[in-house]
């Protein structure tokens, strides 16, 4: 069976610091990986997704991720973070089955 | 493009007492939509998968008594929580897809069980 493990629950940094999200994925096969944000009391927002090529994904508000086949990682990053980027964020796993399995989510929040 | 819309976004129900909602897929076909369920400060559970021309299956820890799915068409699913209790609550989302990589997400039921 497949699973994601997102190890950080919370991640606390100050406001233009660089950030990375760590994601790690169990699967035999290479999976479609995925990560979302949610804000207070919202449904879910994709923020980028992998399904195969360059390992490294470029998603909205200058988010991105790596895949790492060998690690089987798929970390999330972004060179300056904003106080609005405050949120959960979920890294989930597709395997090709029209259903998604999510890790437990890390709680980011940003420091003026 | 292809959205998700489900109603309601907010209920409150008695405990004990049945809740229904739904699930409208436009832009695309949805041959598949699964319902997530998030209690509050968890992350989301899959409940159920409901592939058109399929059997409907069902997550571990749920069941087609508890949490009957209807999905008639491409376009649309309903879910229902039957004799909701207070581990009820908490946001159902819906995601639809057509072939099996990506799925789209509505903005999600909110479920108080009072």
């Known amino acids: 069976a497949q699973s994601v493990t997102q190890p950080d629950a919370r991640v606390t940094v100050s406001e233009g610091a660089s950030l990375q999200l760590r994601c790690k994925y169990s699967?035999?096969?290479?999976?479609?990986l995925f990560w979302y944000v949610q804000y207070p009391r919202q449904g879910l927002q994709l923020l980028l997704k992998?399904?195969?090529?360059?390992?490294v994904v470029q998603g909205v508000n200058s988010f991105e991720a790596e895949f790492s086949k060998s690690n089987s990682s798929f970390h999330l990053q972004k060179a300056s973070v904003h106080w609005s980027d405050s949120a959960v964020y979920f890294c989930?796993?597709?395997?090709?089955?029209?259903?998604?399995?999510f890790g437990d989510g890390t709680v980011l929040t940003v420091k003026p | 493009g292809a959205l998700v819309y489900q109603y309601p976004r907010r209920t409150i129900c008695k405990s004990g007492t049945s809740m229904r909602m739904e699930c409208q897929a436009v832009g695309f076909q949805a041959t598949s939509v699964a319902w997530y369920r998030q209690s509050p400060q968890k992350t989301f559970e899959l409940i159920a998968l409901?592939?058109?021309?399929?059997?409907?299956?069902?997550e571990q820890n749920f069941t087609q008594e508890k949490f009957p799915i209807s999905h008639p068409n491409l376009s649309f699913s309903s879910m229902t929580v039957l004799n909701a209790y207070l581990e009820d609550r908490g946001l159902y989302l819906c995601g639809a897809s057509t072939g099996n990589t990506e799925v789209f997400f509505g903005k999600g039921t909110r479920l108080t069980v009072v």
């Open positions: 992998y399904y195969s090529g360059d390992p």
């Open positions: 699967y035999s096969a290479t999976p479609y």
């Open positions: 409901s592939t058109v021309n399929s059997a409907i299956k069902y």
């Open positions: 989930a796993l597709n395997t090709n089955t029209g259903k998604l399995t």
